[in-house]
C-alpha cells in the first residue's frame, strides 16, 4: 500500500485564494491588511523567509513593511519599534522573526507586541486564550495543520495523536489544537525513554522534532496519517523532514512531503492571521477602542 500524499501547497493554494478575495472586500471598505515583518542580523535562512511572508502579501493584496535592524540592535530599541508598531493604523500584524540575535531576551520582545497584532500567536495572552479554547492568534504552523487535516476529510475527535517535540512555537501549541478538537494527545521528545512505543500506536503522528529522518517505518502504524514538520537543512542546502519519507510512505495511510507541506501552509497561516488582525482593527474602531 502506498500513502496519499497530502499537497500543502495545493491546499495552500487554495486557502490564499480564499484569503485573497477576503483581503479584496476588507480593501473596498477602506481597510488593507498590512504586516510588519522584524528581521534583526543576518541570518540567510531567516533572509528567504521572510521574503517568501513579503512575497505572498503581495500576491494576495495585502501591505507589507520590513524593518531590518542590525545584529548589534539593543533589546530597549527593539521594543521601542515593536512599540511604534503597535500604535500604527496601517500595520495590523507584527512578526519578529526567531531566531533573535542572543543578547535579546527572546520572551520581552514577545510580550511587548500587542496580542492583538501578534500574527505569530507567541503572545502569553494568545497562548492562554488557545488553551481555554477562546478566540484567539493561533501559531501558524499547528494552525496550518489542522487546516491540511481538515482538508482532507480527517475528523480528529477521539483520535489518537502523538506529537514528537515540545517547542513553544510547534510541538506544545499543535498538540493543544488536537486536544482542543477531542483527540487523545501524546507528547514525545528527546527525554522520551521509548519513543516507538508511543509512535506505533499514534492515528496521526506529528514529528516536529528538529532530526533528520528521526521517524521510519518502524514508527509508524500501518494506514496513520504522517505529519512531517521537519525543516532540517542538510549540507549543500536540500530540504529534509524529520520523516525517512521514501520509506515511510510505503507504510502510512497519509503523509506530508518536505518541502511542498507544512511549509506552504505556515506562510497561509500567516496571511489569515493577518487578516483577522486587520478585521479586529474595524471592530475595536467601531466600539471606540473598547472591547
Ligand atoms: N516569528 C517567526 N515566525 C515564524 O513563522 C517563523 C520564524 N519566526 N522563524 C523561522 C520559522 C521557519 N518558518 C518557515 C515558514 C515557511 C517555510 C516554507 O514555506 N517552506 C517551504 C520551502 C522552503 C525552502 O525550500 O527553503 C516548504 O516547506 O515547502 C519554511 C519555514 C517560519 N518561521
Do not use: W
Not at 500513502?3 to 478575495?21: F, N, P, Y
Not at 542590525?70 to 495590523?92: A, F, G, Y
Not at 481555554?132 to 501558524?140: E, L, S, V
Amino acid at each position: 500500500m502506498a500513502a496519499e500524499l497530502i499537497d500543502g501547497k495545493e491546499i495552500a493554494r487554495k486557502k490564499q485564494d480564499h484569503i485573497g478575495s477576503e483581503v479584496q472586500k476588507l480593501k473596498a471598505e477602506g481597510i488593507t491588511p498590512g504586516l510588519a515583518v522584524i528581521l534583526a542580523g543576518n541570518n540567510q535562512a531567516s533572509r528567504t523567509y521572510v521574503k517568501n511572508k513579503q512575497k505572498t502579501c503581495d500576491k494576495l493584496g495585502m501591505n507589507s513593511m520590513l524593518i531590518e535592524l542590525p545584529e548589534s540592535v539593543s533589546e530597549q530599541e527593539l521594543i521601542r519599534k515593536i512599540t511604534e508598531l503597535n500604535e500604527s493604523e496601517d500595520i495590523h500584524g507584527i512578526l519578529v522573526q526567531l531566531p533573535l540575535p542572543s543578547h535579546i531576551n527572546e520572551k520581552a520582545i514577545i510580550e511587548a507586541i500587542s496580542p492583538d497584532k501578534d500574527v505569530d500567536g507567541f503572545h502569553p495572552i494568545n497562548i492562554g486564550r488557545m488553551m481555554t479554547a477562546q478566540d484567539a492568534f493561533i501559531p501558524c504552523t499547528p494552525a496550518g495543520i489542522i487546516e491540511m487535516l481538515d482538508s482532507i476529510g480527517t475528523d480528529i475527535s477521539g483520535k489518537h495523536v502523538v506529537v514528537i517535540g515540545r517547542s513553544n512555537i510547534v510541538g506544545k501549541p499543535a498538540g493543544q489544537l488536537f486536544l482542543n478538537e477531542d483527540a487523545t494527545v501524546t507528547y514525545c521528545h528527546s527525554k522520551t525513554a521509548d519513543l516507538k512505543e508511543y509512535t506505533t500506536r499514534a492515528d496521526i503522528l506529528v514529528a516536529a522534532a528538529g532530526k533528520a529522518k528521526l521517524i521510519t517505518k518502524d514508527h509508524v502504524k500501518n494506514g496513520a496519517i504522517v505529519i512531517d514538520v521537519g525543516m532540517n537543512r542538510k549540507e549543500g542546502g536540500k530540504l529534509c523532514g524529520d520523516v525517512d519519507f521514501e520509506a515511510v510512505k510505503h507504510k502510512a495511510g497519509f503523509i506530508t512531503p518536505v518541502p511542498g507541506g507544512v511549509g506552504p501552509m505556515t506562510i497561509t497561516m500567516l496571511m489569515h492571521n493577518t487578516l483577522k488582525a486587520a478585521k479586529l482593527s474595524i471592530s475595536k474602531v467601531k466600539s471606540n477602542g473598547r472591547h
